[in-house]
């Protein structure tokens, strides 16, 4: 399919606290092409979380327009929105989300349990996500018995196993050193070299800087949007 694969027009999001009507996004718009490698960095409180709920189907925005894979999203129902998820977006948080009593094989096959997927067709494609991330060997351990670089990797692959449009990653390496943090990132960038779509969400301008493109948030707006370096250490516009 031709065309961005992520296009925001006048995006804006309210919430109302009591009395108050507080703008979480106001008037946000940018495109993102297929391929891309892409962070959306900011302060606590800029609006990035809200963003990246926007982007991975989990909220609606109050007002504009949010096309994914050429799709309307705002025009789709809940379910939609659902298999949306589910088929197009891999979804890579800082805290893992593992099932603490499942293996790394059973965790990865996990999207492709809701596909309906068979049982011995979900574990192979879940093995080979888990070869692709360098585990092949660690596919029967649990997550307790894996390092913090491990369980990334494992819920990295987890992402990977639906093969979607696009990862969408959520402060991926706020929970691990620095050396991990580095091999983590050098993961993403092998897979973005593949053709993947990844787009990264992150307070930390060191992540920021090693995307081929970055967009600054503050207070609910796009501020700077070029590349990653150029982006992550400017000075923040007071």
Do not use: W
Request: with cysteine.
């Amino acid at each position: 399919m031709t065309g961005p694969l992520i296009e925001l027009r006048e995006i804006t999001r309210y919430y109302q606290m009591g009395d108050e009507r507080i703008a979480a996004l106001a008037g946000v718009g940018f495109q993102i092409a297929r391929g891309e490698m892409v962070a959306i960095i900011g302060s606590s409180g800029s609006g990035k979380s809200t963003l990246l709920n926007i982007l991975g189907c989990l909220d609606t925005p109050t007002s504009g327009h949010y096309r994914l894979d050429g799709k309307d999203v705002q025009d789709l129902s809940d379910d939609e929105r659902a298999r949306a998820r589910n088929r197009q977006i891999g979804f890579v948080f800082q805290s893992f989300q593992l099932l603490p009593r499942s293996t790394a094989v059973k965790n990865v096959a996990l999207p492709l349990v809701y596909r309906g997927v068979p049982a011995r067709e979900r574990l192979a494609r879940a093995a080979a996500a888990l070869a692709k991330v360098g585990l092949a060997e660690r596919t029967r351990h649990r997550p307790n018995q894996m390092s913090g670089g491990q369980r990334q990797r494992t819920a990295i692959a987890r992402a990977l196993v639906t093969e979607p449009s696009l990862l969408l990653c959520d402060e991926p390496t706020g929970n691990l050193d620095s050396n991990t943090s580095e091999d983590i990132m050098g993961l993403f960038h092998a897979l973005h070299a593949e053709g993947n779509t990844i787009v990264m969400v992150t307070h930390e301008p060191s992540i920021a800087a090693r995307c081929q493109r970055a967009i600054r948030i503050a207070d609910g707006k796009v501020v700077a949007d070029g590349p990653g370096r150029d982006v992550a250490y400017a000075a923040v516009p007071r």
